[in-house]
């Protein structure tokens, strides 16, 4: 699977990405407002592997893909299937991505998950794509409205991170929903 827009290519990880991907997950900056990391050289492995099978099952409910620029692997974003099911018996799914901290703040994230919320509208058929975010993340607050996801909820303290308790915002976006479209994709 590959996805191409104006700057970046979305494609399968592969194992020799292991070095570019350690580079931002083992960067204590990336875990900040996240569950996982800072990763050891072995999570990579794990996360790359894993990453790998989840391509390979059918039917596939976990499109994690490595987000390149020119070629170099530059983050990571994934749109996972709710294995529950929508409302109503629909399909929806959860985007999430991260970024090399030295490619904040440049629209890539955006540009990234732009792309990934029309594959998984126009290719999934997905009823409704859901993110979520600590509140003090603004700048993945930000990129989610810039989708136009809307916060449909919050759930206090919700996750336990760096060994604080944090809130989680929930955003949404439905299809046919507000989400702008996509800038130049190719699937």
């Known amino acids: 699977m590959e996805l191409t827009t104006e700057r970046l290519v979305l494609r399968e990880y592969t194992l020799s990405d292991h070095a570019a991907v350690h580079a931002f997950a083992s960067d204590p900056r990336t875990s900040t407002f996240v569950e996982w990391g800072p990763n050891s050289e072995q999570d990579t492995r794990d996360f790359l592997n894993f990453c790998i099978d989840k391509a390979a099952e059918a039917p596939r409910r976990s499109h994690t893909l490595a987000i390149t620029l020119d070629g170099s692997v530059i983050g990571s974003i994934g749109l996972t299937l709710n294995t529950r099911g929508g409302r109503h018996g629909t399909q929806e799914a959860e985007i999430g991505y991260t970024l090399h901290p030295d490619r ?3 629209g890539y994230a955006t540009e990234a998950a732009s792309a990934m919320l029309h594959f998984g509208f126009s290719q999934l058929h997905l009823s409704r794509i859901t993110a979520a975010c600590r509140p003090e993340n603004v700048a993945s ?3 989610l409205q810039k989708l136009g996801m809307a916060q449909v909820g919050r759930l206090e ?9 944090l809130d989680t915002l929930v955003f949404a976006v439905d299809a046919g929903g507000s989400a702008p479209a996509p800038h130049n994709v190719d699937t």
């Open 104 to 106: 904040w703040g440049k």
């Open 141 to 143: 607050a930000g990129v």
């Open 157 to 165: 303290n919700d996750r336990l991170i760096n060994g604080r308790w």
